[in-house]
């Protein structure tokens, strides 16, 4: 019965420990596990990070510089959590140095049978050293509800990104999701 109570002026939106699952992953994987997701919300810094150094990308390009972070990625931790707002579901793409890249919500929208079946062969791996978004990280970030597309060009796999029309649910998911990141959105 004080059960909301008793968690009444926490200072952390989530209610729950986080569980967080890390998988170590070739931009390939990440490719082709996004591209099945259908509608969620991507968080990446604006100024999207360069090409990686060491060619691990070699077979995979991306359509436009915000998801160029993604070519970089060597990590991903698939995270669950319980917030003030209610569940919540994310990955957080993670580069060799331990860098934060991206970000990427699940919404109501979202393909559910895809979103566990995400990555099934990729390799499961101890926490790596990394450094969870900040502020300046999410102030430098920006929101966006897309639908990753992938392809194959002339050997290569081709990662992009459109818009896409989602419930009015999913919107206010999104938003809510933007606010407690305090991070800008386009719906």
Known sequence: MFGWLASFGMHSRARSTPTTRWLAITPRTLADGLGQLGGVL???????????????????????????????????????????????????????????????????????????????????????????????????SRARVLSFTRRRLVGFTVLGARDVLISSLGRGVARDIAVSESVGITV
């Open 42 to 140: 991507y968080l990446a810094p604006r100024s999207a990070a360069g090409p990686p150094q060491d060619g691990a990308s070699s077979a995979c390009l991306v359509e436009s510089a915000d998801l160029a972070p993604l070519l970089a990625s060597h990590y991903v931790g698939l995270t669950c959590a319980i917030t003030a707002e209610g569940p919540r579901e994310w990955i957080d793409c993670v580069g060799g140095q331990g860098e934060a890249l991206a970000r990427i919500y699940l919404l109501p929208d979202t393909d559910y049978l895809a979103w566990d079946g995400l990555f099934v062969d990729a390799a499961p791996v101890d926490a790596p050293a990394w450094h969870r978004p900040d502020r300046e990280w999410l102030r430098a």
